[in-house]
């Protein structure tokens, strides 16, 4: 199992660019979570999906967000422009069931992301 | 306001020592609590999630409290070891797909 590969590992770009982050889940995962990570927020969740469904997007800043899940393998995260203030490390979750009392909660190792 | 706060915020101990990690919380409703240990350039994993019925896990060489009535969680770490030395976060679930994380400690292990 080669857990949740997200790519690109290491993203820079310049303000006003459009930026897509992808991500792989785990085979048989049902559910999805996009995070965001900075040094004076944390871990805060974006959107998650279930079975390819966006739940809750009430996390997404802002309309320059965009998340979509065509099929259960992929998804992306697109940020439309770009802004410094974007700059993080973005990490996507996969979880086979919701998340009580289950531990199969799984991270991929992030795309840090730098807006110029 | 639901909050977890961890302490300390860093932490520097010789290799072969113990440390404990201490979290407190204000989340409500409360379902369960996980430790996640975040390597540096690498996702959080997992390493323990307790229950409010369960007062201790262990995993290895961690172990971790809970006092629900205080709100009040600890990771301790036995025999430390290079390879300890990473983020430790404190994250409560408030049910459902809602979780709640701590700034995290960031732990060192010098040799």
């Known amino acids: 199992d080669a857990g949740v590969i997200q790519s690109p590992r290491h993203e820079v770009t310049e303000m006003g660019q459009e930026v897509t982050l992808r991500c792989k889940p785990i085979s048989g995962h049902d559910y999805l979570f996009w995070y965001r990570q900075t040094m004076m927020r944390g871990l805060e969740l974006l959107i998650y999906?279930?079975?390819?469904?966006?739940?809750?997007d009430s996390g997404m800043p802002e309309d320059r967000f965009s998340a979509k899940m065509p099929n259960a393998s992929f998804s992306t995260l697109k940020i439309q422009p770009s802004e410094p203030r974007d700059s993080a490390v973005y990490f996507c979750?996969?979880?086979?069931?919701?998340?009580?009392?289950?531990?199969?909660?799984?991270f991929g190792s992030g795309t840090r992301l730098t807006v110029v | 306001k639901n909050q977890v706060e961890q302490s300390p915020q860093s932490l520097i101990i010789l290799e072969g020592k113990n440390c404990t990690l201490q979290c407190n919380y204000t989340v409500s409703p409360f379902s369960n609590l996980r430790w996640y240990k975040q390597d540096t350039g690498r996702g959080p994993v997992s390493l323990t999630i307790?229950?409010?019925?369960?007062n201790t896990k262990s995993n290895g060489r961690y172990t971790a409290t809970l006092d629900a009535d205080t709100k009040q969680s600890s990771l301790h770490i036995t025999a430390s070891q290079l390879s300890d030395s990473a983020s430790y976060i404190c994250v409560v679930s408030l049910g459902s797909y809602k979780l709640i994380f701590g700034s995290g400690t960031r732990l060192l292990v010098r040799p």
């Open positions: 307790m229950t409010f019925s369960e």
């Open positions: 979750a996969s979880s086979h069931s919701s998340i009580e009392g289950n531990d199969g909660y799984t």
């Open positions: 999906f279930n079975n390819n469904v966006p739940i809750d």
